[in-house]
């Protein structure tokens, strides 16, 4: 159905609420807001008609098949750097450009909430927290049962040493850890991070944290054979993508007591997880830690990343933010 000269632009926005009054804020002026939630069929009834979307949940993917029903459809932005839950292949077809916020460091360089939230992993299982914490809930009180790991002393190895990764070498370097690193990418490389080979980092590292974007480079970038590098007791961090390691890998390795703890803020195939091997394996095992891919969502950075994209939208169709409001 051809939209009427005297309509506005539809908007689609799909996120936390938060976002959603920064969206109409930005843009309520020169698009009709649809806020819908992050259910796929509601996505794909609400593209139909949509001039542009805005994706702040990524807990949609948005298919081909979706993609090709949205004939009105000449931007996509999503709140996030990485945008695998989105068919680039085939908004790319149309010629439908996709923004992401990779790249984008003016934005970037001052939200920490993800390298925070994987600082908090890394803690929690250096500390065996959740074990510790469900222990007293139940009744106990046994504080020899939940030994700790001290951090001091400890080596980082940290797998991609950008904007995430550098947060986290400044964090350890506050509790003295010392901070190896491998991104064969990076040109300007921080001082506090020793830049040694992949297999040097696996055998030397008594802490791993991958800070990846994903692509079809990295897809599957630490497989059984790098699993079985790491140190005896290594504690493994991935707030990135599960599709970056070989699951099955760390879930062996996990049961066999060479990785001692595992902090993963994301699992493959996400969120239809139910049934995910980890997932089952993290229930009845408390060395595994799994949280839903929380890690930048923290209302300040969802604000400043919402109205940046949804700015850049308006940009897209020669709107000028600043007559917005």
Partial sequence: MELMPEQKLILVYVGPG??????????????????????????????????????????V????????????????ATATTGADHIDAHALAQRGIPLFTLQGQQDVLSQLTPAAEHSW???????????AARDHVLAGGWTRTEFPGIMLRGKTLGI???????????????????????????LHDWPPTIRRIELD??????????VHVHLTE??????????FEQMKPGTIFINTSRGELIDEGALLEQLRNGRIAAAGLDVLSGEPQVRDHPLRQYAIEHDNL?????????CP?????????????????????PCMVG
């Fill in 18 to 59: 938060e976002g959603a009054e920064i969206v109409r804020d930005v843009a309520v002026d020169r698009f009709e807001i649809q806020c819908l939630s992050p259910v796929a069929e509601t996505v794909s009834r609400g593209l139909q008609r949509a001039a542009a979307l805005l994706d702040a949940s990524m807990a």
């Fill in 61 to 76: 993917r948005i298919t081909k098949s979706m993609i090709d029903a949205a004939p009105h459809l000449r931007v996509v």
């Fill in 120 to 130: 908090l992993l890394l803690m929690a299982c250096a500390r065996r927290l959740v």
């Fill in 159 to 185: 797998i991609g040493c950008g904007r995430i990764g550098r947060w986290m070498a400044r964090y350890a370097e506050t509790f003295g850890m010392t901070c190896v690193g491998y991104d064969p990418h």
């Fill in 200 to 209: 040097q980092l696996l055998s030397a590292a008594d802490f791993i944290t």
């Fill in 217 to 226: 480079e990295t897809r599957g970038l630490l497989g059984r054979v790098h």
């Fill in 289 to 297: 830690l799994v949280t839903p891919h929380i890690g930048g969502h």
């Fill in 300 to 320: 300040e950075a969802v604000g400043v990343v919402v109205r940046f994209s949804a700015e850049r939208i308006l940009r897209h169709f020669g709107f000028s």
